[in-house]
């Protein structure tokens, strides 16, 4: 079974440029998250779908990041513009469902650095 | 709000040592919880896991015990192998919202 993919894997852009993030769970998964993971801390939930939509995005700094499922199975994470601290790895993962009990498969994440 | 608080590293062992990586957390209502390990090079993955108090989460002979009572989720191991070098990383959810600490670095000498 194939993993969640990612891509790009690594990043370098100026601040004040977009990026985006694009993120293919596995399939079959009806879940997708992502997640921002600065440098020495743990992951921080942005945003989370079921299916195309949005579960929760009460963490997604919405004046700059926006993100998008639209039919349900791929996704992209937008940043527009970027700024020097959001310099981080990107992860994206998925599950089955949205279960307290189900398990989260992650993405190898996608590093970005904002010079 | 809902945190995660873990044992700062880096750990460095010897092989066949016994490993504890403390893990406390803070929450509203009833967590489930999880510890994630990210082996050099490659993605987060679950090592185990526990949804209610006093379940035992268990997963390559590490364990953990869910304790309502010290609201703890410590990792542990018997006897650890190189092959355990990684981060691990403690975590809850509650709701829909997912909470990881800091992690963890764990490094096993020979």
């Not at chain 2, 403390?22 to 999880?34: D, W």
Request: aromatic share 12%; proline share 4%; net charge neutral.
């Amino acid at each position: 079974e194939a993993g969640v993919a990612q891509s790009p894997r690594y990043k370098i852009i100026e601040k004040r440029q977009s990026v985006a993030f694009w993120c293919n769970p596995i399939s079959g998964h009806a879940t997708l998250y992502w997640y921002q993971q600065i440098l020495g801390q743990g992951p921080k939930l942005l945003i989370q779908f079921q299916n195309n939509g949005v579960v929760d995005d009460s963490q997604l700094p919405k004046d700059r990041f926006s993100a998008e499922r639209l039919k349900g199975v791929d996704s992209t994470l937008k940043i527009q513009p970027a700024k020097l601290e959001d310099s981080a790895v990107y992860l994206c993962a998925s599950s089955f469902g949205g279960g307290s009990q189900e398990t989260q498969y992650f993405g190898p994440g996608t590093r970005l650095l904002v010079l | 709000g809902d945190s995660v608080t873990q044992m700062e590293g880096p750990v460095t062992l010897s092989e066949e040592a016994f490993l504890t990586i403390n893990c406390t957390y803070t929450a509203t209502g009833y967590p489930s919880l999880f510890w994630y390990v990210q082996y050099p090079g490659e993605g987060l993955q679950l090592l185990l896991k526990a949804t209610k108090a006093d379940d035992k989460g268990s997963n390559k002979g590490f364990e953990a015990t869910y304790r309502k009572e010290t609201t703890s989720f410590h990792l542990e191991k018997g006897s650890v192998q190189v092959s355990d070098s990684a981060v691990y990383f403690c975590a809850l959810r509650t709701g829909n919202q997912f909470y990881f600490g800091t992690g963890t670095s764990l490094t096993v000498i020979p």
